[in-house]
């Protein structure tokens, strides 16, 4: 038989109002809520069952006159013989301790976030995704055109196979998600990116579909016309030129651009007619007779 | 991945005698989120909460402006114990 008196510590004839008092005092030092400790939450117990047991006028006069409602007495006694939980009462902060959703995931209509910072200074408890991350790849000119298959190895040891999809851009970011930065507090992952960076290739240069290309030729093989040797990415291929081709002439090689095999654009070619390097005299007196015999206008139109 | 227990309001009402009108209140003013709020089903957290407020409110004199306030503390507090 516990007194309530004692644990409450007033008199017998104290007031209604005071035994109020003087568990309102204690129950805010004792709330295992608010006090974490190991003894807060049997002594709370103590004291609101003490309190039970005299706050009302009620209760108080039937318990001076040992009228103790019996049962609920053994009710508590028991409980606390059982374990040390309350049985009427589930201790909210014991629903909290693993996966208590009201200490998990913070109300956002009222901005937990300020008040903390406001107490503490600084904000780290929400559940926050975690931060998206960039890397960079560098890939061939070629592997960008025709498309490839990378294996990375992520800073945090994860790694990740990078389809590398035929035609893509310099500077275009591939997407891999949840494998960025780990989320803040059971907050998802942030995403990856992959960032291309296409390495030049000396004389190529993409235009869509197509790869643009210039090939010098001299004098006598614009005039003639034949077969001269192109790189292409796949290797070099021989182009027919047709006699008498212009400079800056444009000529297709098909299936030599970007994409996926079958489906690929073509190269185009851009004739450039290159001069000797010097003129030697002999070669300007036979383009002279040559031109009195051949002469045409390059001025008229055409 | 434990299961939990359903309470309508009504059952918490009438097994805590804390009448439903006090429930209502509280989740209307936020500081209760039903864990299936479009049946307006209670969870063991949210009764143990309900009982909390009431304790703040009743015998601790706590005015409802204040209440949001506490719980959050008191949410935070029990964030880092768990930490």
Known sequence: MIDPYKILGVSKEATIDE?????????????????????????FKDIAHAYDLIGTAEAKSKFDRGETDEQRQQEYEESMRANTRRAKRPSYHQTQQNTGRYSNVFDSDFNTQDIFEQFFGRAQETSKPGEDELYNLEIDFKEAALGSEKVITLPRGKKIKVQIPAGIEDGQKLRFKGLGGPGINNGPSGDAYVQISVKKLSGFTRAGQDILTTVPVSI???????????????????????????????????????????????????????????????????????????????RDAR | MKLSIRKTIEDVSLAYHIPTEVIIFYIKHEWIYPIDRENLLLDEEDIARIHLINELREDFGVN???????????DQLNYFRVR
Do not use: C, W
Not at chain 1, 26 to 38: T, V
Not at chain 1, 264 to 293: H, W, Y
């Open chain 1, 19 to 43: 035994i109020k008092k003087a568990y309102r005092k204690l129950a805010k030092k004792l709330h295992p809520d608010l006090n974490p400790g190991k003894d807060s939450e049997r002594k």
């Open chain 1, 220 to 298: 006598f093989e614009a005039i003639s016309g034949g077969e001269i040797e192109v790189p292409t990415i796949d290797g070099s291929v021989m182009l027919k030129i047709p006699p008498g081709v212009n400079n800056g002439s444009k000529l297709r090689i098909s299936g030599k651009g970007v994409g996926v095999e079958n489906y690929r654009g073509n190269q185009i070619v851009t004739i450039n007619i290159v001069m000797p390097k010097q003129i030697d005299p002999a070669f300007k007196e036979a383009m002279l007779k040559l031109s009195n015999q051949f002469s045409y206008s390059a």
């Open chain 2, 64 to 74: 409802d402006d204040a209440i949001p306030i506490i719980l959050h503390l008191i």
